[in-house]
Structures are given as structure tokens and as C-alpha cells.
């Protein structure tokens, strides 16, 4: 008895790659590597830059357990602890402000604003808001906060500007991260009863979380790092200012600009050593946060079972 099904004699043989398409992968494939060696080699050199000139200052103790309130500007000693008691303030408060309502904006433009007006506008706006400059985020906090309100210069301001740079970047990556939450586990929440607003909380959020500290932890990096805020809205302390909404107080970027206009940059002095350890300072606090970061992503991110 004949079957109806009829099965071929023979597969297909696997046709073989051409010379022209081997040739093309293999250029492609090159100026991939080529491409990521270029944009390597400049992060290796600055790496390598700061800690070649800056790991002379950090073995000593007193490096970080004193400010240098205590020596002059020319005299070996002192340490970075003003500088790094003030960064930590100002970015701590700076991301307790931030990541709410960058959080917030990113969740009402991703699950309840798909396609209205004011999600269009408030788009066109944190467009906007990344590619402001930080000496105008400055400036406009100065104009607000100091000139029109009469608050004095302080820490507390440098946060506020750095929330304006920010609130742009939070919202962006953790609307890319709730964007890939599928839908089908929005669905299926639905459809045991559960009302959107716990649905969110439940179920979008912790699937997300992830991706959304290691944005933040991103955003914070880099306002840790901006100056110009520092320069216009807080005067440089060498002691250390617990108090960031009153008198001035350091941070690690303006130390830094303090050693270069009061000391000589050249090799061997103490402004030369003194700005690369707290460059390395600074690198070293903001890998240890995205050290952390990873930690807690890893920790948060959905166990599979």
C-alpha cells in the first residue's frame, strides 16, 4: 500500500558559501573589531593616565580622613574627605529627587500616555531637557533659587541643578526598560482581576527593575562628574561642610579646579598630585557605585525557574 505522503528522496545539500559573501563577512567583521578597538584605546589611555599620575596620593591614610583645612595650598599633607563629603551629598540628594520623577514620567509615558497630546509634549520636552548644557542648568537655578528667591549659594543648589541633567536621563532608560516588559504578562495580570495600578507596582516594575537601577546608577555617574554647576552655585570650602544648605562646601570636580587656578600644574608639585588623586578619587567612587548597581540588578532581576 502506497502512503500518500510522499517524502523526498534526498535533502537539500547545504549550499556553500561563495568567495564574495566569505570576503564581505570577513571586511565586516574586521571593521567591527577595528571600530571597537578605536573606541577602546582612548578609555585605556585616560584610565591608565589617571592612575599612573594619581595612585601616588591614595596609600595615604590621611588622603581620606582629612580635608585640607589644616595646610596651605603649597603644603604636602591633607586630605580629600571635604571633596568627598560634598559629591556624595549633592549626588545622593540629586538622585533622590530625580529618579521619583524621572521614574514617574517614564511610567505615565510608557502605560498611559501612548499616543496623547501631553505624552507627545512631555517627550518633545525630556528631548529637550538632555541636550541642555550644565552651565545653563546652572545659570537658570542661580536666576530661580538665589537671585529671585534670596537663598544663599550652596550645595543644595548644585543638586537642583543636577537634577535638571538628571531627570532627562532616567527617564530614557527607564522607559526603554519598561518598553520591554512583554505584554503578555501585563495581560495576564489583567486577567485575574488585577487593576492597573497594581499591575504596575506588581508585575511591570519588579520585571524591569533591573535595567532601571543600572540607568539610574548611568545618570548618576555622569552628574558626579559636572563642574559648572559647582562653579556658579557653591564657593569652594577646604573644610569639611556637613551642612549642604548653608556656607560653601567642596566636591571632587571643584577641588580639583581650585588646585589648578592656586597651584602649579606641573610635574612633581603639589597641585599636579593633588588634582590626579582626586580625579582617581572620583573614578574610584563612581565604580564602586556601579558596582553596586550590578550587585542589585542582579540581586532584583527575575530568577527564572
Same mark, same amino acid.
Given at each position: 500500500?502506497?502512503?500518500?505522503?510522499?517524502?523526498?528522496?534526498?535533502?537539500?545539500?547545504?549550499?556553500?558559501?561563495?568567495?564574495?559573501?566569505?570576503?564581505?563577512?570577513?571586511?565586516?567583521?574586521?571593521?567591527?573589531w577595528?571600530?571597537?578597538?578605536?573606541?577602546?584605546?582612548p578609555?585605556?589611555?585616560?584610565?591608565?593616565t589617571?592612575?599612573?599620575?594619581?595612585?601616588?596620593?591614595?596609600?595615604?591614610?590621611?588622603?581620606?580622613?582629612?580635608?585640607?583645612?589644616?595646610?596651605?595650598?603649597?603644603?604636602?599633607?591633607?586630605?580629600?574627605?571635604?571633596?568627598?563629603?560634598?559629591?556624595?551629598?549633592?549626588?545622593?540628594?540629586?538622585?533622590?529627587?530625580?529618579?521619583?520623577?524621572?521614574?514617574?514620567?517614564?511610567?505615565?509615558?510608557?502605560?498611559?500616555?501612548?499616543?496623547?497630546?501631553?505624552?507627545?509634549?512631555?517627550?518633545?520636552?525630556?528631548?529637550?531637557?538632555?541636550?541642555?548644557?550644565?552651565?545653563?542648568?546652572?545659570?537658570?537655578?542661580?536666576?530661580?533659587?538665589?537671585?529671585?528667591?534670596?537663598?544663599?549659594?550652596?550645595g543644595?543648589?548644585?543638586?537642583?541643578a543636577?537634577?535638571?541633567?538628571?531627570?532627562?536621563?532616567?527617564?530614557?532608560?527607564?522607559?526603554?526598560?519598561?518598553?520591554?516588559?512583554?505584554?503578555?504578562?501585563?495581560?495576564?495580570?489583567?486577567?485575574?482581576?488585577v487593576?492597573?495600578?497594581?499591575?504596575?507596582?506588581?508585575?511591570?516594575?519588579?520585571?524591569?527593575?533591573?535595567?532601571?537601577?543600572?540607568?539610574?546608577?548611568? +545618570? #548618576?555617574?555622569? %552628574?558626579?562628574?559636572?563642574?559648572?554647576?559647582? @562653579?556658579?552655585?557653591? !564657593?569652594? /570650602?577646604?573644610? &569639611?561642610?556637613?551642612?549642604?544648605?548653608?556656607?560653601?562646601?567642596?566636591?571632587?570636580?571643584?577641588?580639583m579646579?581650585?588646585?589648578?587656578?592656586?597651584n602649579?600644574?606641573?610635574?612633581?608639585t603639589?597641585?599636579?598630585?593633588?588634582?590626579?588623586?582626586? +580625579? #582617581?578619587?572620583? %573614578?574610584?567612587?563612581?565604580?564602586?557605585?556601579? @558596582?553596586?548597581?550590578? !550587585?542589585? /540588578?542582579?540581586? &532584583?532581576?527575575?530568577?527564572?525557574k
Amino acid at each position: 500500500m502506497t502512503s500518500t505522503l510522499e517524502r523526498p528522496a534526498t535533502a537539500p545539500a547545504f549550499q556553500q558559501l561563495s568567495f564574495g559573501r566569505k570576503a564581505k563577512n570577513a571586511i565586516a567583521t574586521a571593521l567591527v573589531w577595528l571600530s571597537f578597538l578605536i573606541a577602546v584605546v582612548p578609555l585605556v589611555w585616560v584610565l591608565y593616565t589617571v592612575i599612573a599620575n594619581g595612585i601616588k596620593k591614595l596609600p595615604y591614610s590621611n588622603w581620606w580622613t582629612q580635608d585640607f583645612g589644616s595646610v596651605l595650598s603649597d603644603e604636602v599633607g591633607g586630605g580629600v574627605l571635604h571633596a568627598i563629603v560634598g559629591t556624595l551629598e549633592q549626588g545622593l540628594v540629586c538622585a533622590i529627587i530625580a529618579v521619583p520623577l524621572g521614574l514617574l514620567v517614564a511610567i505615565y509615558l510608557v502605560e498611559y500616555g501612548q499616543g496623547t497630546r501631553l505624552a507627545k509634549i512631555t517627550t518633545f520636552m525630556v528631548d529637550i531637557l538632555s541636550g541642555v548644557p550644565s552651565i545653563v542648568a546652572a545659570l537658570f537655578i542661580y536666576a530661580l533659587w538665589i537671585t529671585t528667591l534670596g537663598l544663599p549659594r550652596s550645595g543644595f543648589a548644585v543638586s537642583l541643578a543636577l537634577v535638571l541633567l538628571m531627570i532627562p536621563v532616567v527617564v530614557r532608560s527607564a522607559e526603554e526598560m519598561l518598553r520591554i516588559v512583554p505584554d503578555d504578562l501585563r495581560e495576564a495580570s489583567y486577567a485575574l482581576g488585577v487593576p492597573k495600578w497594581k499591575t504596575i507596582m506588581k508585575v511591570v516594575l519588579p520585571t524591569a527593575l533591573s535595567g532601571i537601577i543600572t540607568g539610574v546608577m548611568m +545618570a #548618576l555617574a555622569r %552628574v558626579m562628574g559636572e563642574t559648572a554647576p559647582l @562653579l556658579v552655585l557653591v !564657593g569652594y /570650602s577646604a573644610y &569639611v561642610n556637613w551642612n549642604m544648605f548653608n556656607h560653601e562646601q567642596a566636591a571632587l570636580p571643584l577641588l580639583m579646579n581650585n588646585e589648578r587656578a592656586t597651584n602649579t600644574m606641573d610635574p612633581g608639585t603639589i597641585g599636579f598630585y593633588r588634582i590626579w588623586g582626586a +580625579a #582617581l578619587t572620583l %573614578v574610584i567612587i563612581i565604580a564602586l557605585l556601579n @558596582l553596586i548597581a550590578t !550587585g542589585l /540588578s542582579r540581586l &532584583v532581576a527575575p530568577k527564572k525557574k
